[in-house]
């Protein structure tokens, strides 16, 4: 099975410069997942993009996490949406 | 090298405040902030050149510079030395990007070059978001032709003047994204290397229309044929096919070919099916003899 690759929540606050409060608020709205293990939290590598991606958002853009919440699921369907039309701009005249 | 207006990206005038510039800095980089405009390669362009008239713009000492030397911008020739010297001296960053016809970006948008006009005038800029962990993602589209799609087949690029050769599996989709582990820029603090994130954009150079895995194309029958019936050749990605044409085969009629169409999608050796659809051909130019024989046939029914 392969490794998975995690670092703990407090070594990459140290990291990131963030606060853990932080971390935790982002798991508490979904918008990250942390594993636990005993006592401590981890956050998977799997997880660093999404992670630095709502530490901009909050930091840089001022975006609360609220927002972020909101943000995300819009972006969702965005997604869902260009996938869509590329599908009908695939000029479809056959069924 | 053209002169930049970091005032009019902004929407401000020259006697913005500190505060002015902050907000409406705010204001342009939540509209345009590539996290929150997915795979949009003009959105981070347009953030690169907020955030580089933010960065001199909110900064006194360079906005003091830039408004004394801005407007005599072209008789500036010391500027222009300054910037062949830094180019000599071999320029930091450029697209690490290289071959397959692809483009590249990344797209935190924050590490991306600033302009010739800000580094003749103020130097490669130093700062910027620094790695704490993970290396930084890289973004890339590449190119390929729906024939090529057909076939597995690799590809090879250079990232960081690093050459990494990738197998592209059969039946890839246009605006399929791949990621290649760890061939994004280096970590630090032991963090692992970014990602590399490659887009294919698959352009159709084949007479077929594609849907998912299923290929769609329009074969012109002849009127007799149509009408009596005969056999028909084909072309299909997979090679010709001769066709059975039944007698009284209606115009607009469609067949299944089926396992015809495209590879699924590293599922081997399953394909779509193809469907085709005649199109009979009204025969034009007739001879007198043909309109008589015509006629002929119009009073029988």
Known sequence: MEEIRKISVEQCCIYYSVEAS???????????????????????????????????????LHINMEGMHAIKHLLQQIDTLHAEMRRLQEGLSEE | MEYIDYYKI??????????????AYRKLAR?????????????????????????????????????????????????????????????????????????????SGDEGDFSDFF?????????????????????????????????????TFSVNGKNIRITVAAGIENGQEIKIAGHGAPGANGGPNGDLYITFEVHNDTAFTRKGNDLYKTV??????????????????????????APETQNG????????????YKKEGAFGDLYITYQ????????EKEKELFEQLSKLR
């Open chain 2, 31 to 107: 509209q345009h902030h590539p996290d929150l405009n997915p795979n949009n390669a003009e959105a981070v362009k347009l953030f690169q050149q907020i955030n580089e008239a933010n960065e001199v713009l909110s900064d006194p000492e360079k906005r003091k510079k830039y408004d004394q030397y801005g407007k005599d911008w072209k008789n500036a020739e010391q500027y222009e030395q300054a910037r062949k010297q830094q180019q000599s001296s071999g320029s930091a960053g450029g697209n690490p990007f290289g071959g397959g016809g692809g483009s590249f970006y990344t797209e």
């Open chain 2, 280 to 287: 009979v051909q009204i025969p034009t130019k007739l001879s």
């Open chain 2, 253 to 264: 009629a469609k067949i299944r070919l089926k396992g015809k169409g495209f590879p699924v």
């Open chain 2, 10 to 23: 902004l929407g401000l005038n020259k006697n913005a405040t500190a505060d002015d510039i902050k907000k």
């Open chain 1, 22 to 60: 932080f971390v935790q608020q982002l798991d508490e709205h979904g918008l990250i997942m942390l594993s636990h293990s005993g006592e401590e939290a981890f956050i998977e590598y799997d997880q660093l993009p999404d992670l630095e991606k709502y530490m901009r958002m909050h930091y840089d």
């Open chain 2, 119 to 155: 580094s003749s005038m103020f130097g490669n800029r130093g700062g910027g978001r620094q790695t704490k962990f993970k290396g930084q993602d890289f973004r890339a589209s590449v190119q390929i032709n729906l024939s090529e799609a057909y076939k597995t087949h690799q590809q």
């Open chain 2, 220 to 245: 012109p029958l002849n009127l007799y044929k149509a009408v009596l019936g005969g056999e028909e050749i084909i072309d299909t990605l997979s090679g010709k096919v001769k066709l059975t044409i």
